[in-house]
C-alpha cells in the first residue's frame, strides 16, 4: 500500500520558518523525483520545488533563496525547509512523487498559514 506521510505544516508569523517532511513508503517503481506543490484559495496549484534522485533541484522563482528542499534517499523523505516566509506563502502543500512506470503520488496535503 502505498503512502505518503507529510508533517510540518502550522501556523507561522511572518518571517518565521517551517519544515515540512514527506516520506514515501509503499511504492514499486523507482522513484525519479519527489516534490512539492501547493495550492492557495482560488488559485491553480503550482509546483513549489521539486529534486530529482540525482539531487537536481528546480524552485518556483518567487520561492528561491528561502525554500531549500533536500532528499534522503535511503528513506524516499524530502524535507522542505522554508525560511523568510511570507503571507502569500499561505496554502495547501502537497507532496508529490514521479515515478517510472506509473503515474504521480500525491499526498493529502498539508496546511501553511502565514500571519501578517
Known amino acids: 500500500q502505498v503512502q505518503l506521510v507529510e508533517s510540518g505544516g502550522g501556523l507561522v508569523q511572518a518571517g518565521g520558518s517551517l519544515r515540512l517532511s514527506c516520506a514515501a513508503s509503499g511504492i514499486f517503481f523507482s522513484i525519479k523525483a519527489m516534490g512539492w506543490y501547493r495550492q492557495a484559495p482560488g488559485k491553480q496549484r503550482e509546483l513549489v520545488a521539486a529534486?530529482?534522485?540525482?539531487?537536481?533541484?528546480n524552485y518556483l522563482d518567487s520561492v528561491k533563496g528561502r525554500f531549500t528542499l533536500s532528499r534522503d534517499n535511503a528513506k524516499n523523505t524530502v524535507y522542505l525547509q522554508m525560511n523568510s516566509l511570507k503571507p502569500e506563502d499561505t496554502a495547501v502543500y502537497y507532496c508529490v512523487v514521479e515515478t517510472y512506470g506509473h503515474s504521480d503520488y500525491w499526498g493529502q496535503g498539508t496546511q501553511v498559514t502565514v500571519s501578517s
Open positions: 529534486i530529482t534522485r540525482g539531487g537536481s533541484t
